[in-house]
């Protein structure tokens, strides 16, 4: 932290020079008192020791009451029995003192008064809150007694002066204490203003803190502490910690109070629990015997071990450092502290140590001042008397209620405390009570460990209601069950909250859901599995990321319950997942033999019975009948009177031996257990099956069963009343209707079915065979497609039989709904049925059905497809045959219907073949014992078919050869003519390739040709660089390295041309006026080449023809320029170099007249430029036109002589880099214009330019 303006840092660690942490309270005492003796020598006193003080101080008030001692002296003495403990003789010591003050003024009693009050107050601290049940002493005080006692004090001292300033800190520290007494403020409406007693008083308090620290002027700490406490108190946590940090600032080394304290505690209740751990282990360095902060710090690791399992690695380390480090080191420093001794109580809860759970309990609920505090000592005892084995609920609920009421009570009271009173209520058998009380806990806290008691509340409601058998409606609870549950299992995915899951949750998730969703059941099972098999990894220290292999997986399956194993299963097979249900059984049975060891109370004989029969029934299942024969006659070895083994051997001999076995079997079976409903419904439906066809139905056996069973066994047998619903409606369906009479004949007995499937579906909501029972005579009695079709729906969806597929097929087809009946039939075919005619013929007819409508050779001929297989698997069935026959009929009269587009000739032909069969077939079906149809009708359609269909086929037949040679010679010559377009398109593109080649050739010669030019000429001018690099640059003769080559002056004179200012002219002190040159936009970004690195410049003296020359100023010396020998051989070939070269290319200083003289003498002055007179500046843009026209800088003087004798510009290198012109062309003139100026010097120099002043 930064530092503060007095020059202490806010708290921080680290002080580079920290004062003594020594304890202020006492400080002022001092170690002896001289008290003056009066009647003896002048200046004879007598001397106090305040350190070892008296025990009985009788002599001591005598001694101080015959000398009249001023009050002082008897607030020191006071106070140093107060700093050795012993406040009950300072108390009386200032007794006696005010006795001995009464004599004087009222205000000498003030400062005795106020300390007196605060001698109440601490004792108020120490005294218990309540009296204690076994009391050992009858004058024990409660902390009442002292509070009133220091009111009473208060009350005197302000008739004495009421606006003492120290009684406004006195009177604060009373009503606060005061407040701790007073019960918490019961739960407001929102907006409401809290007027409790306990509010009232601890505004009081604010109030008088804020008065102490205001006659202060803001330096008394102890009031803006109060200041600060009192906030807290009322929930203000903001403002507390205001309060307190204005204190640190301002004392940062007080300790006692200690305000780092205050801070962590408003931190923590802001939520910032990292940062109040910091202040208190602050407070805990300062001072190391601190019981506040080391307790706290103990709270601050218990909580933040509450947020692990006790199974995880993190908790116990950071558990142990909470109580060993912490704790237990404050409860050694102070044993009554109450907070101390709430915590440990914990501790020692769980260790199940009742007398000192007891003990520390009272300490708790008896010394502290702090309602939370006295609220965890009441929680510690209900729990202590909970975990009894034979408990007094009288007592754990009042304990509770005491720990809520504590807290407020209601909404605001202890959570903990009020779901504990739901806890008992639970075993009180209060269902109804502890429902509502959790109900209220859900609503404010969300709390996972109310809604999973809640939720198997609710479960256990549904699952006794199952049981009973009754019919309470209880779907309600089982939606609040299981939304509770699934809340509880998705606070399990939340990462911050570290929640172990628990198994009984998934447990009772997988009951809710058995019934209506199977498949969420054996997740929850699965999940149970998985937490299982961690937990054994977790114990066996292995990772439990890791993959098993199947070998490993099963050993550790074989440690598990062989209940969840066998649930398991079940649901496996109900998945028909047959592989995987028998293997669970299988680990089931092996894992019951370590079980039992384990475990000798479990019945293990019924879970082997049980077990091994589900093993049997999936051996069924999965058609190894021989397998679940011997598993059957290993359970009647050990059981002689197992029926349901029995049972289902019996209906495994029937389905191997339908004839001879199975049916001894069953007689049999209904021999010895006839009354057996399981037997009963095995007979009922063997009958439907073998029974003959009955003309009347008081004669079916099959009904005539179920009625004896409903009559003498069990009126209720839901099998038997569906087993009658299905005998009326199918003897209803045989029923002739062409008569009125006999259609109301049929109506009636099919609403006979109708009642008894009614009856059967009051007994069982979910009876899905009776619903199916009434859908179809919906159909077939009413016509009700639609209705009918909605129960199928919803019965395929509960019952996984083939008959519901078939049913809904039927219905669908009559809806004309061809497409969804084939799907009904073919599902129908996949679940058990794939040899099942009926199904098949069904199908064969569907197909039928919807070729005729669409007019569908495929569709009828998968129609002819399905009636060869019925009759394949039952060739018996004469009416199969007929089917046959009848499809091959309908598929010739298709084909000659059709256009010759919409059938091939193979078609027709075949279907002409089917049309022979057809009568063939016909004649014979004609010539049996019971046709399926009337015989005379059979024969015409034979005849039918031999006379006019055969005539129409053969002239289909014809018209079709036909219609396909003319198709056929259309189609050869479209196919040649594809072909030819074909071959051209290839021809096409074959020479577009050969041409985009050629091209590609052509531009790839045409690159390296320019290639190759470009490369040259950079070869060309690498060589002209070098031949010039060689002219200008020689060898040292002495140091032997190159430098640039220095040319000799003339031996003559130079010439003057006419015009010309001579040098002798310039001698005269007048320099000629110079132009001044132009400023390009890049000047001042121009760069030196390393050739133009600075170096000893050659300055040449300009002059200007026919200029007044008093009235320029020039340089007396001009030096050569570094091309000049380059401008001699320009002037040689008649050429003005100036003229046509760049601005860029020439030298700064090259003059513009042909008679220069090129042998002027160098000087080593800086270059001076005039500037004309009232001459604009010229600014020079560059432009890309421009840059095209330019010389490129790479070419030589010579070559451009040579252009200027050609009268054209020198030829451009496109594979060179142009330099853009820098300087304004316009200035670039002739050598003989008067005007010509030079070049401006920072285009080759060093950037800079010093302009000559105008003279005025």
């Known amino acids: 932290m930064a530092p503060f303006l007095n020059g202490y840092p806010n708290g921080a660690r680290q002080l580079p020079t920290e004062p003594p942490t020594a304890d202020l309270r006492f400080s002022d005492i001092p170690s002896a008192l001289d008290i003056q003796v009066s009647g003896g020598d002048d200046g004879e006193a007598v001397e106090i020791s305040l350190e070892d003080l008296l025990d009985d101080p009788t002599e001591l008030c005598t001694l101080l009451e015959n000398e009249n001692a001023e009050k002082r002296v008897w607030m020191i003495i006071a106070l140093a029995y107060a700093r050795q403990g012993k406040v009950d003789l300072a108390i009386d010591i200032l007794h006696k003192g005010l006795n001995s003050l009464s004599r004087g003024s009222n205000k000498e009693k003030l400062g005795p008064l106020g300390l007196l009050c605060w001698m109440y107050l601490g004792k108020s601290r120490g005294a218990p809150r309540v009296l204690p049940e076994v009391q050992t002493n009858s004058e024990i005080k409660t902390k009442d ?50 007027h409790s007693e306990r509010m009232e008083s601890l505004k009081q308090a604010q109030k008088c803190f804020e008065e102490a620290a205001r006659v202060s002027s803001g330096r008394n700490m102890m009031a803006v502490m109060g200041t600060a406490r009192a906030h807290f108190s009322m929930g203000k946590w903001k403002e507390a910690l205001d309060g307190y940090q204005e204190v640190l600032s301002k004392m940062p080394h007080l300790q006692d109070p200690d305000p780092r304290i205050g801070i962590g505690c408003c931190l923590w209740q802001l939520g910032y629990r990292d940062e109040a751990r910091e202040a208190w282990e602050r407070a805990l360095e300062l001072n190391p015997d601190s019981k506040y902060a080391t307790i706290l710090l103990g709270l601050y690791y218990l909580n933040d071990s509450s947020n692990y399992s006790t199974k995880d690695s993190a908790f116990a380390p950071i558990y142990k450092k909470a109580m060993t480090e912490y704790t237990q080191k404050a409860f050694k420093l102070d044993k009554d502290l109450p907070l101390t001794c709430a915590t440990f109580g914990g501790y020692f809860l ?45 007592k754990v609920i009042d304990f509770y209620g005491r720990a809520d009421a504590a807290r407020g009570g209601g909404d605001k009271g202890y959570l903990p405390a009020r779901f504990g009173l739901a806890q008992v209520q639970v075993l009180q058998q209060d269902v109804d009570g502890a429902k509502f009380r959790l109900e209220k806990i859900i609503q404010n806290s969300k709390s996972t460990e109310a809604m999973m008691l809640l939720g198997a509340l609710y479960a256990e409601e549904v699952f006794a209601n199952q049981a009973n058998g009754n019919k309470e409606d209880k779907s309600t609870d089982v939606k609040k069950a299981t939304a509770l549950l699934e809340a509880v299992r998705m606070a399990w995915k939340d ?70 194993l066998n649930n398991l299963g079940c649901f496996q097979y109900q998945s028909e997942k047959y592989d995987l249900a028998r293997d669970l059984f299988q680990t089931a049975l092996n894992a019951l033999v370590k079980f039992g060891e384990r475990d000798e109370t479990i019945d293990t004989d019924a879970l082997v019975t049980t077990i091994s029969y589900n093993l049997a029934r999936t051996y069924e299942a999965a058609n190894l009948l021989d397998d679940a024969r011997t598993v059957y006659e290993g359970l009647l070895a050990r059981h002689e009177d197992y029926t349901d083994a029995r049972t289902r051997l019996a209906y495994i001999e029937l389905r191997q031996n339908p004839t001879e076995d199975g049916p001894k079997a069953i007689a049999a079976l209904s021999e010895t257990d006839g009354s057996d409903l399981e037997v009963r419904a095995l007979l009922g439906w063997y009958l439907s099956r073998s029974k003959k066809r009955a ?46 009479k006999e259609k109301e004949k049929r109506s009636a007995e099919y609403l006979k079915a109708v009642g008894y499937f009614d009856k059967a579906l009051q007994l069982d909501p979910k009876n899905a065979y009776a619903a199916q029972g009434i859908a179809i005579a919906l159909v077939e009695d009413k016509k009700d497609l ?126 002409s073949e089917g049309l022979d069969d057809a009568i063939e077939s016909f004649t014979e079906i004609a010539q049996a014992k019971n046709p399926p149809y009337p015989k005379h009708d059979i024969e015409q359609r034979a005849n039918m078919g031999r006379n006019t269909m055969r005539r129409q086929l053969e002239r289909a037949i014809q018209s079709q050869r036909e219609h396909e040679e003319k198709n056929a010679a259309r189609l050869m010559e479209s196919r040649a003519k594809k072909e030819a377009e074909i071959k051209q398109r290839e021809e096409e593109r074959i020479k577009a390739e050969e041409l985009a080649a050629e091209e590609k050739r052509k531009i790839a010669e045409e690159r390296y040709k320019m290639l190759e030019t470009s490369r040259k000429l950079a070869e060309q001018r690498a060589e002209e660089e070098r031949r010039k690099e060689e002219a200008e640059y020689t060898e040292d003769s002495e140091t032997g390295e190159r430098v640039k080559r220095k040319k000799k002056p003339r031996a003559g004179g130079k010439r003057k041309k006419k015009g010309e200012d001579s040098e002798t002219d310039m001698e005269d002190g007048e320099r000629p006026r110079r132009k001044k040159a132009p400023k390009s936009m890049t000047e001042s970004s121009a760069v030196t080449s390393a050739d133009d690195a600075p170096k000893p410049k050659k300055k040449r003296k300009l002059a200007r023809k026919g200029g007044r020359e008093d009235k320029f100023k020039s340089s007396e010396m001009v030096v050569d320029s570094d091309e000049d020998d380059d401008v001699q051989v320009a002037k040689e070939n008649g050429v003005d170099s100036a003229a046509d070269t760049p601005m860029e290319d020439r030298h700064p200083t090259s003059g513009g007249s042909d008679g220069e003289d090129d042998g002027g003498e160098e000087e080593e002055e800086e270059e001076t430029i005039t500037r004309p007179r009232k001459k604009a500046t010229r600014r020079i843009e560059e432009s890309e036109d421009e840059d095209e026209d330019e010389e490129p800088a790479h070419t030589t003087t010579a070559e451009r002589a040579a252009a200027a004798d050609a009268g054209e510009k020198p030829h451009k290198n496109v594979f060179a880099d142009t330099d853009i012109s820098m300087v304004d062309e316009s200035i670039g003139a002739g050598g003989g214009n008067d005007n010509a100026m030079s070049v401006a010097a920072e285009a080759y120099g060093e950037g800079k330019t010093n302009v000559g002043t105008e003279r005025g």
């Open 145 to 194: 007694h002292w509070l009133q006692l220091a009111t009473s004090i208060l009350n005197d001292a302000a008739r004495i002066n009421p606006a003492f300033p120290p009684l406004y800190l006195a009177r604060g520290v009373l009503y606060l204490l005061r407040a701790s007494l007073q019960p918490p403020s019961k739960p407001l409406a929102p907006g409401a203003q809290d």
């Open 350 to 394: 769980l260790r199940r140590t009742w007398p000192t759970v007891e003990t520390l309990a009272r300490k708790a609920i008896e010394l502290t001042d702090v309602n939370a505090i006295a609220s965890d000592g009441w929680y510690l005892l209900a729990r202590k008397e909970h975990s009894q084995d034979s408990p007094d609920y009288s």
């Open 495 to 564: 990462p911050t909250k570290k929640l172990q899951p628990d198994l009984s949750v998934l447990v009772y998730l997988a009951r809710l859901y058995e019934v209506d969703q199977p498949d969420k059941a054996m997740q929850c099972l699965q999940q149970v599995e998985k937490l299982s098999v961690e937990d054994m990894l977790e114990k066996k220290q292995m990772p439990k990321d890791s993959e098993l292999d199947e070998s490993t997986m099963t050993a550790l399956r074989e440690e598990l319950p062989p209940q969840l």
């Open 695 to 740: 003309t009347n139905v008081a004669e079916d056996q099959e009904q005539r069963h179920y009625k004896h069973t409903l009559q003498l066994h069990e009126k209720h047998d839901r099998y038997s009343l569906t087993g009658m619903g299905n005998a009326y409606s199918t003897y209803a369906r045989e029923m002739r209707r062409t008569t009125d």
């Open 786 to 911: 639609s209705s009918a079709l909605q129960i199928f729906s919803k019965v395929k969806d509960t019952v996984r039989d083939s008959s519901v597929y078939v049913n809904l097929g039927h219905a669908l087809c009559e809806l004309k709904q061809y497409n969804r009946s084939i799907e009904s039939y073919e599902a129908a075919l996949h679940k058990d049925r794939a040899s099942d005619p009926q199904v098949l013929a069904c199908l064969g007819r569907v197909y039928l059905l919807k070729g005729k409508q669409e007019k569908d050779i495929a569709a009828m001929k998968a129609s002819l497809d399905y009636s060869r297989r019925a009759l394949a698997i039952a060739p018996s069935q004469i009416h199969f045959k007929f089917n046959i026959a009848f499809v091959q009929i309908q598929l010739a009269q298709l084909m000659y219907t059709l256009s010759e587009n919409q059938r091939t000739l193979a078609d027709v032909q075949s279907a």
